[in-house]
């Protein structure tokens, strides 16, 4: 009985030992797997601290740029005199009066050149013979500024509203007053060489004693028919061209005679010459109605 139960127990081990004829399927292991979500984690947490640094990055330009918008400020308040010292003392550094309120100051013969002044506020400011040249004056409002004089050479009043302003005997050459609105403004005596007046709206805006206006500065403003000009550009404003503005209306009917029919048609001599060669060929027929008999002459 010893016997047998020891030669069961050594069969099972033996058993136990050999290897499967048939492997069971090996399933992939799943380190690659978790390798790669890590490579995924890891770029999505560069990605979001990237994205962290630069809206980090974006608030202190902001913020520099509002704490140096109030320092410029804060020195223009000082007075024109110390203003233009500090801009001698500092000619490489550009003013940044972006979006600065500069209602109703005096800041005449200031210098302002390169200044930013995107979407300033110069509501009735008195520049007169300031200097703005190559100036950021995009988006800015100068309604009813007074600017006598002011050298604007190749600023940019793009999107800019200078209605009803004094811009007499100022340099606005090469300028660019796009989609600007420039309605009632004056600009008597002033240069306007090359300046660009792309969709400006220039209706009522005295332009009689300006130099160097052409009329293909004229053709790309809008309501330039309203605004008022010399005499030889009215003329040649109001000779141009309205052919491509006009509908033609299709024509309802057409002549197919010729030129000389409708002479004849048009002609009362022909006509009276044709109804008297006519008449006696209706008079030719005579009907004797009592007796029946047709009479021919």
């Not at 600007?180 to 400006?200: E, H, R």
């Not at 709206?201 to 332009?207: K, N, P, R, S, V």
């Not at 009689?208 to 004229?218: G, I």
Request: hydrophobic share 40%.
């Amino acid at each position: 009985m010893t016997g047998i139960v020891s030669t069961v127990i050594r069969q099972r081990t033996q058993l136990a030992q050999q290897k499967p004829l048939h492997k069971a399927p090996k399933w992939p292991s799943h380190k690659p797997s978790h390798k790669h979500s890590k490579q995924l984690k890891q770029s999505s947490h560069q990605q979001l601290f990237r994205q962290q640094s630069l809206h980090q990055q974006s608030k202190q330009t902001h913020f520099d740029q509002a704490r140096l918008v109030q320092t410029h400020l804060a020195i223009l308040k000082l007075g024109v005199s110390i203003w233009n010292q500090w801009r001698a003392s500092e000619p490489l550094t550009s003013p940044n009066l972006q979006r600065a309120d500069l209602r109703g100051l005096h800041l005449e013969n200031i210098n302002l050149c390169r200044a930013n002044l995107r979407g300033a506020n110069l509501r009735g400011t008195y520049c007169y013979d300031a200097d703005f040249q190559y100036a950021d004056l995009r988006g800015a409002s100068l309604t009813r500024a007074g600017l006598i004089g002011a050298n604007l050479h190749k600023a940019d009043l793009t999107g800019a509203v200078v209605k009803q302003a004094y811009l007499a005997q100022s340099d606005l050459s090469n300028a660019k007053f796009i989609r600007a609105n420039m309605q009632s403004a004056d600009f008597q005596g002033a240069l306007l060489t090359q300046a660009v007046l792309t969709d400006a709206e220039i209706a009522e805006a005295d332009f009689s004693a300006s130099f160097d206006l052409t009329l293909s500065q004229l053709k790309v403003t809008k309501d330039a028919h309203l605004a008022c000009l010399s005499p030889d550009l009215k003329t040649q404003l109001e000779m141009m061209p309205v052919i491509a503005k006009l509908v033609v209306p299709s024509p309802v009917a057409t002549f197919t005679k010729p030129v000389a029919a409708i002479s004849q048609i048009d002609n009362p001599a022909a006509q009276a010459s044709r109804s008297r060669a006519a008449a006696p060929a209706k008079s030719a027929l005579a009907i004797d109605s009592q007796f029946g008999i047709v009479s021919l002459g």
